[in-house]
């Protein structure tokens, strides 16, 4: 899973590295940090159907989530270069890159596990007692929250992404956010599940229909997973 706390201290680096490093040792290894690569999903590509179709979720993964983890190796491996050469502007240059690429790869990686089959037990309100509790407190009811998330979903310009948090801090509350672009969530919450909101997340299948989209997509939440973010049970990595 993504180690973002890892980036953003790699990102830190203020200082050139020592001139003893060679070119040839200017790579993720030396620096500490490991290259990324695109995880594996827990479902066939087929699994979400007819909710999201086979070849949504081919593309989706296997091309868009692909990019994001290469493009933000690439990135990477260009900022420790310019940390070498003392190259400033090229630091600052790369840094909205890294952020773009780096959270396109978090979000995916965390909206991947928060998906499930329809009809399957982790689809289940079931499976998620003590969060589906924390939600009928904060909302008034289930049908309350979900209006409530829906049309945040809807109501995003262009393109991002929804999320239901746990809030860090003492008050540990839920709330909805939205994220612009890929911009993951920070600030200490805890993300209990995303909806993905760029057009590649439905446009072959749904074309404009950006609200049946948000209606069908309630039908294969993975609430187990929700349960286990919400709980503090799961070993996910979710800030950077």
Same mark, same amino acid.
């Given at each position: 899973?993504?180690?973002?706390?890892?980036?953003?201290?790699?990102?830190?680096?203020?200082?050139?590295?020592?001139?003893?490093?060679?070119? *040839?040792?200017?790579?993720?290894?030396?620096?500490?940090?490991?290259?990324?690569?695109?995880?594996?999903?827990?479902?066939?590509? *087929?699994?979400?159907?007819?909710?999201?179709?086979?070849?949504?979720?081919?593309?989706?993964?296997?091309?868009?989530? #692909?990019?994001?983890?290469?493009?933000?190796?690439?990135?990477?491996?260009?900022?420790?270069?310019?940390?070498?050469?003392? *190259?400033?502007?090229?630091?600052?240059?790369?840094? #909205?890159?890294?952020?773009?690429?780096?959270?396109?790869?978090?979000?995916?990686?965390?909206?991947?596990?928060?998906?499930?089959?329809?009809?399957?037990?982790?689809?289940?309100?079931?499976?998620?007692?003590?969060?589906?509790?924390?939600?009928?407190?904060?909302?008034?009811?289930?049908?309350?929250?979900?209006?409530?998330?829906?049309?945040?979903?809807?109501?995003?310009?262009?393109?991002?992404?929804?999320?239901?948090?746990?809030?860090?801090?003492?008050?540990?509350?839920?709330?909805?956010?939205?994220?612009?672009?890929?911009?993951?969530?920070?600030?200490?919450?805890?993300?209990?599940?995303?909806?993905?909101?760029?057009?590649?997340?439905?446009?072959?299948?749904?074309?404009?229909?950006?609200?049946?989209?948000?209606?069908?997509?309630?039908?294969?939440?993975?609430?187990?997973?929700?349960?286990?973010?919400?709980?503090?049970?799961?070993?996910?990595?979710?800030?950077?």
């Amino acid at each position: 899973m993504v180690n973002i706390g890892t980036l953003w201290q790699y990102l830190a680096v203020q200082a050139p590295l020592h001139s003893s490093m060679s070119g *040839d040792a200017l790579n993720l290894t030396k620096m500490g940090l490991t290259a990324y690569t695109l995880p594996a999903l827990p479902y066939a590509y *087929d699994a979400l159907e007819p909710h999201i179709s086979a070849q949504i979720m081919e593309l989706h993964h296997s091309k868009h989530h #692909q990019a994001y983890v290469a493009n933000l190796n690439k990135a990477l491996e260009s900022h420790v270069a310019a940390v070498a050469a003392s *190259d400033v502007a090229s630091q600052i240059a790369l840094q #909205q890159t890294i952020k773009f690429n780096g959270g396109g790869h978090i979000n995916h990686s965390l909206f991947w596990k928060n998906l499930a089959p329809a009809g399957s037990e982790e689809t289940s309100l079931e499976a998620a007692k003590g969060l589906v509790g924390a939600i009928e407190k904060t909302w008034g009811g289930f049908d309350e929250f979900k209006k409530a998330f829906s049309a945040a979903l809807l109501g995003l310009q262009g393109s991002g992404w929804g999320w239901l948090v746990k809030e860090g801090g003492n008050g540990a509350g839920l709330r909805i956010v939205t994220t612009k672009d890929q911009d993951p969530v920070v600030g200490g919450d805890e993300t209990i599940f995303g909806v993905d909101m760029w057009e590649h997340a439905y446009y072959l299948q749904y074309l404009n229909g950006k609200a049946a989209y948000v209606e069908n997509i309630w039908n294969v939440i993975n609430w187990k997973t929700a349960e286990e973010r919400f709980q503090g049970k799961s070993e996910e990595k979710t800030e950077l």
